[in-house]
Antibody
Framework: QIYLVQSASEMRKPGASVTVSCKVFGYLFTNYGVTWVRQAPGRGLEWMGWISAKNDDSKYAQKFQGRVSLTTDTSTRTAYMELRSLTSDDTAVYFC???????????????????WGQGTMVAVSS | QSVLTQTPSVSGTPGQRVSISCSGTASNIGDHTVHWFQQLPGRAPQLLVYVDDQRPAGVSDRFSGSKSGTSASLAISGLQSADEADYYCATWDAKLDGWVFGGGTKLTVL
């Protein structure tokens, strides 16, 4: 059985950075990719980016370019999402999702959303 | 303002069939596969349908997805109280070069 366990909730002040981890159990980590999605309170889902655990290929949402970094550590089967220069608008629950790379259309190959972590709340407040 | 348009809410009675729509454009739904997610209150999203109309193992066949042109739909038959949740569609957008989600549809079982 595949499951993902994320790190605990975090509180940060504006301007700070936060790193959320996502440990993967139950499958060969390097065969898959990890996608990060966030959800502000009472709002919908927002895609942030994905990273391949096989070769570290990655793609970021234009909105987060330059402010987010996705990494993986294959020795610990863990994916990381670092978000910098935080503002109150970054207050949200951050989810990781893992799955095999899959065709999604012309010139589109991205991790599927098969399995999700439980979410990590990040609160940004002065 | 979400790139994909979903009706904010839909309701039905137990046993009824409801449909949730997701409208996009040629650069997203028109040319890419659509996924649907169910998010129960206070929980992480769960993949319900992938590649337009495929169900992951363990997902009830009461849930079915379809796509036509630049729109997609999720149908839920034999409605149950346990189906009360938020439902999101998602697809790749070639212009934005990334995944986009619908704004979500809240399903209420009366």
């Amino acid at each position: 059985q595949i499951y993902l366990v994320q790190s605990a909730s975090e509180m940060r002040k504006p301007g700070a950075s936060v790193t959320v981890s996502c440990k993967v159990f139950g499958y060969l980590f390097t065969n898959y990719g990890v996608t990060w999605v966030r959800q502000a309170p009472g709002r919908g889902l927002e895609w942030m980016g994905w990273i391949s655990a096989k070769n570290d290929d990655s793609k970021y949402a234009q909105k987060f370019q330059g402010r987010v970094s996705l990494t993986t550590d294959t020795s610990t089967r863990t994916a990381y999402m670092e978000l910098r220069s935080l503002t109150s608008d970054d207050t949200a629950v951050y989810f990781c999702a893992a799955g095999a790379m899959a065709y999604c259309g012309p010139s589109c190959l991205a991790p599927s959303f098969d399995n999700w972590g439980q979410g990590t709340m990040v609160a940004v407040s002065s | 303002q979400s790139v994909l348009t979903q009706t904010p809410s839909v309701s039905g009675t137990p046993g009824q069939r409801v449909s949730i729509s997701c409208s996009g454009t040629a650069s997203n739904i028109g040319d890419h596969t659509v996924h649907w997610f169910q998010q129960l209150p206070g929980r992480a999203p769960q993949l319900l349908v992938y590649v337009d109309d495929q169900r992951p193992a363990g997902v009830s066949d009461r849930f079915s997805g379809s796509k036509s042109g630049t729109s997609a739909s999720l149908a839920i038959s034999g409605l149950q109280s346990a189906d009360e949740a938020d439902y999101y569609c998602a697809t790749w957008d070639a212009k934005l070069d990334g995944w986009v989600f619908g704004g979500g549809t809240k399903l209420t079982v009366l």
